[in-house]
């Protein structure tokens, strides 16, 4: 007797999944896997940048679909995670800046807006993975407002000693006088450092002062509020600046930049005086020339001319089945049991959609788009016909070959369809 199909929800539990895994080609935000090498050297590279104070800009290329996006998100991630909130590991020589904070924007933006959104909570702009804490901007301005603090008493060997604010809030706060002091001594710096006159001086260095309190002081709600009413991206930069924080800012898709965020990005890479500490990394498709403006051309080639252009290192085999295990893993239940994490797919059936996502025009390198296009549309093909086990021979049958070369296939208009809203890479 024929086995009776399994019902749909009664194969997703069989299968150890809460829901059938899909692929949002916008979502950049996950795990990198399989580039350790590239991802250590860039960070080593901008950590020496930041402590040598020499900042020298990127320009990832690649063709489209490769994962730069992903790649430069979580160097964001691991930037603000490991080196905003604490100072970058100490050396022989002091640094010349001491923390790094990176900025994402998933496509180009003015950057007064760019100083809009630094101000928001969950904003995409202050970079972290879904599964890190996010980075509250709160907490950023906080730690802007104490580093500054602690650059105002750098006379007091104390002073030196305090890596985040917390250890400053446990040494001065607790005694009314010495905290007094090391505020008097702040309001000075600021008076003398702060480059702007009137009532706009007045607001950020009174804002800034406050900013110093605990966060859910009404001291502290005041100085945010004034220093957000006040802020623009050159302000903002200055701060940062004098609070010795090295900037990353990273611009995606940039073919898709406007004539005048162009002249801004390049103000950034020419401009020494305002912003020398960022570091601009842009991310860039191979064909960039057939989507930038023929009149943008010129002043593109401006930009990317005072970058170091670089192309992520290809996929490993084993690298993507270890981003079919990511995607599965990330849709399975905590409580699954299941026979091993590429279920329901056999070993040979993975193998077999890795080499059906090489792209020919591309070194035959894998395209990690691809491949998880490839993966989460066969399961949903699998999920449908109630195919139990995915197998390579269940692959090469011809409802499931055409579903493959479907995917594969001319894809130009679905292309252009979809890449105004593209941010994975």
């Not at 990832?60 to 979580?74: D, Q, R, V």
């Not at 964001?76 to 994402?104: M, Q, W």
């Not at 890479?269 to 500490?277: A, K, M, N, P, S």
Request: proline share 5%.
């Amino acid at each position: 007797m024929a086995k009776e199909p399994l019902k749909l929800r009664e194969k997703l539990e069989k299968w150890g999944f809460k829901d059938l895994p899909i692929f949002n080609p916008n979502e950049y935000r996950r795990k990198l896997v399989d580039l350790d090498e590239d991802f250590n050297y860039y960070i080593a590279e901008i950590e020496e940048q930041a402590r040598t104070g020499k900042r020298h800009g990127k320009n990832w290329k690649k063709e489209w679909g490769f994962g730069k996006s992903t790649f430069l998100y979580n160097v964001c991630d691991f930037i603000n995670h490991n080196y905003l909130f604490h100072t970058i590991p100490e050396s022989s020589k002091v640094p010349a800046y001491s923390r790094i904070c990176g900025i994402f924007l998933p496509s180009p933006l003015k950057l007064d807006d760019v100083a809009k959104q630094f101000f928001v909570s969950e904003a995409l702009v202050l970079a972290s993975l879904p599964d890190h804490t996010p980075i509250d901007p709160k907490d950023v301005m906080r730690t802007v407002s104490i580093s500054i603090l602690c650059e105002a008493n750098k006379d007091d060997p104390a002073f030196n000693k305090l890596n985040i604010p917390q250890d400053v809030e446990s040494f001065i706060f607790q005694d009314p006088k010495k905290m007094g002091e090391a505020l008097k001594k702040m309001d000075d710096f600021l008076d003398h450092k702060l480059p702007w006159v009137g009532k706009i001086k007045e607001d950020i260095k009174i804002g800034l002062l406050n900013l110093t309190y605990p966060i859910q002081s009404s001291l502290f709600q005041d100085g945010f509020r004034a220093i957000r009413g006040r802020i623009n991206f050159e302000r903002l930069a200055y701060l940062l600046k004098l609070a010795r924080i090295f900037v990353v800012l990273v611009v995606d898709q940039i073919e898709y930049v406007t004539g005048g965020q162009l002249k801004e990005l390049i103000k950034i890479v020419t401009d020494e005086e305002r912003y020398g500490h960022i570091h601009l990394a842009t991310v860039m498709r191979q064909d960039w020339r057939a989507w930038v403006k023929p009149g943008l051309i010129k002043d593109f080639e401006t930009l990317t001319e005072r970058l170091t252009e670089e192309r992520l290192s290809p996929l490993t085999e084993d690298g993507a089945k270890d981003l079919i295990i990511l995607l599965l893993d990330s849709f399975r239940k905590e409580e699954a049991t299941v026979p091993d994490r590429y279920y329901p797919f056999s070993e040979n059936a993975v193998e077999y959609i890795v080499e059906n996502s090489r792209d020919p025009a591309v070194h035959n390198e894998i395209k990690p788009r691809l491949l998880l296009e490839l993966t989460t549309r066969i399961l949903s093909f699998a999920y449908r016909r109630c195919d139990e086990l995915i197998t390579k021979e269940l692959l090469e049958m011809p409802e499931y070959d055409a579903l493959i070369q479907e995917v594969k296939g001319p894809r130009k208009e679905v292309e252009e369809e979809i890449e105004e809203m593209e941010t994975l890479g």
